[in-house]
């Protein structure tokens, strides 16, 4: 059974406690893998390890923290195939999806940051013949990264890359759900040439590592993904500790389908945006809006078309969709399909758990879901199920359409089907999110600003805005 280490001071080592826990296949349901049950002190020597390398890092400047971090983007990249099969594994996602979206995705973070940051600018402002500002912006010194289960290596990259990129050290948490990927990326550090200390992999459970990282008095920025209620707990500790926060929370994201878009178009992509990676996507769309006059004709073509999608093995290319997460979490999806009865509502397809044969009998797999027949403020159309489920609810006008849309109390991500131009610009403007695609969905430019209103989070990522978040603005006033 593989073992696997943190990542401290540039060493891979067990726990201090020297327990372990047990890491599962999801697919299969049985465990493949132990991983350090980490503890306060583990972060602890994670935090003195990245002071230490603290000022080395940071001196080394932009251009060779860059190439530091393009040489690890091309270990990972050489090992892609390797890469594509932990994250299925650890994850239950299709291997076709791990080797496709996630693991490129992953290089992609790494090899964006490391030479976004040879463009990072810093601004001047002149005061006629008074005095000229310009900002400088420094590292903050360690920083924490906390990040979660659905899109392992991808978010995990997405946070440090920008942290290492802009001079800081860090203390970063996978998931414990899903270590294996960020496991296989601490080993290849060494040869990559990142010196030790400067980035630390703790594994664990969130409330001993997570909280440690979040309350180290010597950690005074982190950035987290994930669930909004652990959020919230992240906040409460560390808002009196005047610690700068981002956070990437949940979504209850609504598709806004008009009668005058190109239905086939918005079609495939619905099926997409509703089902990929099993729903477990904080930007996946899990409200479906649609204008009355082309209601049923989207509710037959929609319902035919995920009846037709495949749960299976994700390691077999005609498999649409793999396993979810863990066994909880399948348990908590199917008791939101439950609630959705109880409430009312009318399962169109799917609404129970798919099994397997053979090797996968144990597996957590469920039938992608659509449910109909539910108003806006019942439980089903409230909370984020995080699932292959979910909802139609008819509308008339775009007023109605707008008043669903925002009516929860998330603001992630929104979807728009219309071809029509001045109405792409009115409801884009309504739509309480961060982010609104128009005919697309999960099309993205990483310079571009990622997160939530509401409380889908604080702060955002990508860009200029992350790389902002990981240093600290000092005006520097001189007279003329
Ligand atoms: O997330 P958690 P979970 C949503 C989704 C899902 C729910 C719960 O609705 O069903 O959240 O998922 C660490 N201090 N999303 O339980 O617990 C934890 O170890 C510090 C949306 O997996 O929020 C992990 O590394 N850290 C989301 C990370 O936080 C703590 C993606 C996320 O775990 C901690 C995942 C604590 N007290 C779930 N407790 C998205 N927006 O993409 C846990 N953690």
């Known amino acids: ?106 290089i992609a973070n790494l090899r964006f940051f490391a030479t976004a940051i040879l463009h990072f600018p810093s601004e001047a402002h002149l005061m006629d013949d008074v005095a000229v500002n310009y900002t400088d912006r420094q590292p903050i010194g360690v920083v924490g990264c906390i990040s979660p289960w659905n899109l392992p290596l991808y ?98 994201n609504p598709v806004l389908v008009f009668a005058d878009c190109d239905f086939e178009e918005m079609l495939d992509t619905t099926v997409r945006s509703s089902f990929t990676n099993q729903g477990q996507i904080c930007l996946c769309g899990s409200r479906i809006l649609v204008e009355r006059s082309i209601h049923t004709r989207f509710r037959d073509a929609f ?77 089903t159309n409230q909370e984020e199920i995080f699932g292959p489920v979910v909802t139609l609810q008819p509308f008339d006008t775009e007023a109605d359409a707008l008043a669903l849309a925002n009516a929860t109390s998330y603001g992630l991500a929104s979807v728009v089907w219309t071809r029509d131009v001045q109405r792409t610009h009115r409801v884009a403007r309504a739509l309480q999110a961060g982010i609104v695609w128009v005919n697309c969905w999960m099309v993205r430019d990483l310079r571009t600003p990622f997160g939530g209103v509401k409380q889908s989070g604080v702060g955002r990522e990508g860009g200029v805005d992350a790389l902002r978040f990981f240093t600290e603005a000092k005006n520097v006033c001189i007279k003329l």
Request: aromatic share 4%.
């Open 1 to 106: 059974m593989e073992q696997l280490l943190n990542l401290i001071d540039g060493e891979l080592r067990s726990a201090v406690g020297g327990t372990s826990l047990d890491v599962y296949a999801p697919a299969t349901g049985q465990v493949y893998a132990q991983l350090p049950d980490s503890d306060d002190r583990d972060v602890h020597a994670a935090t003195e390890a990245a002071h230490r390398a603290f000022p080395a890092w940071n001196a080394l400047g932009r251009e060779g923290r860059s190439a530091a971090m393009l040489r690890l983007a091309q270990l990972i990249e050489d090992d892609l195939e390797g890469f594509a099969q932990d994250e299925s594994r650890d994850n239950g996602k299709p291997l076709a999806l791990a080797r496709r979206v996630d693991i490129p995705r992953a």
């Open 155 to 252: 978010l995990f990259t997405w946070k440090i890359a920008p942290a290492l990129a802009a001079g800081n050290c860090v203390v970063a948490k996978p998931s414990e759900v899903t270590p294996l990927t960020a496991f296989r990326m601490s080993r290849l550090c060494k040869a990559a040439g990142i010196p030790p200390g400067v980035l630390n992999i703790v594994h664990g459970l969130g409330p001993k590592v997570g909280a440690a990282i979040t309350a180290h008095p010597c950690i005074p920025a982190i950035s987290f993904t994930g669930g909004t209620r652990t959020g919230a707990e992240i906040a409460r500790v560390a808002a009196p500790m005047f610690k700068k926060l981002s956070l990437e929370l949940g979504g209850k």
């Open 303 to 379: 319902v035919e078309r995920v009846k037709a999608l495949r749960v299976g093995d994700p390691n077999a290319a005609e498999s649409d969709l793999g396993a979810v997460v863990s066994h909880g979490h399948m348990e908590k999806v199917l008791g939101c399909i439950e609630l959705a009865r109880s409430e009312g509502g009318t399962v169109l397809c799917g609404g129970e758990r798919v099994m397997l044969d053979g090797a996968l009998k144990d597996g957590w797999y469920i039938a992608p879901t659509v449910i109909e027949g539910l108003g806006p403020q019942c439980r």
